[in-house]
């Protein structure tokens, strides 16, 4: 009976500071909502480093009646081999899978991988309970809304689970102690969703109600106890932070009124929605890291991609960021539909040019579910089929182009975080794209990896070739890389 056995879920990480949020809003709602005492749900992390022998003897020794795997692209070939070798050693064990990397394709992999039971294709707080109290009852789970199952022979789909729509039904996870919490990035929702339909993003768009909220007061006493804590920092996970701007300041207000012990906060925004104030409060309340995207610039692939931007105010939003000193990731997507290798050097300098702290630039990554996903073929998007999908050719960029874009998103890595680099690239005549081409074609000629004296050799090969004088960046390099 399951209702007996230890029900054991378990993830892992490409981060292990992070805490696995979606396996603690399972256990509270199995603890606080089902009544199932405290040590009935175990919660196993394993690093991205964790053999899959050893990540199966762990889950082993719990001695589950089900297993609950929470699956992303990072960890979904892993768990997916250990989930087969648990079966092998244990056949009577239930296997349940959730997940972005599962859900929108649940079919297939229960086709492709007959160790898996069931897969929960969206939410779990609801679902998985109910799966839970059907075996108990020796029901058939084909009344369980939001799930995809193996029954015999056949594989069912139900019809999709009811939305949370008071996600203060929701227990919280922030409250008890169900995991190792110290010294770690507190992951931590205020809202759920995103009312934003950029195709290559998997944010709940098949929900009828794209964004709910958290209670404000929940918000804050959840904030507020970890604030108190040994943390290393507090993730704020919302798709868009600042969404509902006069909310982001109250939450802001709240924190800086609080954070005594100077705690560290992360989050997600949208650059046009940042005025004055809400840069100023965000530096009160302790935000040392926030996330931008941009993506790109061109105007094709934004509306391929279905995503807005208004230029113009991203830029005073991003001018607001650094009169503050907010340190924030310029994020960009290499290879959208539409863009091709000239439109994305414009983006790219773009990008540069509001001097981020950081820049980040993504190879695009064609994610099942998403509609980038579901249009593939009328694009002519070629992505690989397995983990982490990236884009191969489309339309507007062959196989050569996203070749020469990987090796771009890896020079944009190492030059992006020399001051050096990001000056040399504002010479008349030369931008931070020439400069990334310079370096690919540096590499080609057999360059060593990056590092200060790379760098300086780098810089004195680019002066040659472009007729700099190289004084003044020698100099600049030695005192970056003393």
Known sequence: MVDSVTICLATQHRAPAFIPLALLYLKACLVERDSRALDEVRILEFGPDTAVDEMVREVLATEPGVVGLSCYVWNIKNLLEAARQVKENRPDVKIVLGGPEVGPVAVDVLRRHPEVDVIVKSEGEIPLPEVLHAWSARHSLDQVKGICFRDGDALVETDDAPVVNDLDQIPSPHVRRYADYQGRVICLETQRGCVFRCSFCFYNKDFSLRNRRFDLDRVKEEILFWLDQDVQELYLMDPVFNLNAERARDICRFVARHNHRAVPLHAEIWAEFVDDEMARLMRAANFQFLEVGLQTTDTTALATAERRLKLQRFVDGV?????????????????????????????????????????????????????????????????????????????????????????VTAACARLQRSRTARLLGRERGLTFADLVDEWVAWEDEGAEAFDGDSMKRFVAHVCERRAIAPQFYHHFAALEFA
Do not use: C
């Not at 009169?323 to 994020?331: A, D, G, I, P, T």
């Not at 290879?335 to 000239?342: D, I, V």
């Not at 099942?368 to 982490?388: M, N, Q, S």
């Open 319 to 407: 001018a607001h960021l650094k009169r503050h000193k907010l340190k924030f990731e310029l994020q960009l997507i290499y290879g959208l539909p539409g863009e091709t290798r000239s439109s994305f050097r414009q983006s790219l300098n773009f990008a540069m040019s509001l001097d981020p702290h950081e820049l980040a630039v993504f190879p695009l990554m064609v994610l099942p579910g998403t509609e980038l996903w579901r249009k593939a073929d009328a694009l002519k998007v070629a992505f690989d089929p397995d983990p982490p999908y990236f884009a191969q050719s489309h339309l507007s960029m062959s196989a050569d182009d996203f070749a020469y874009g990987r090796r």
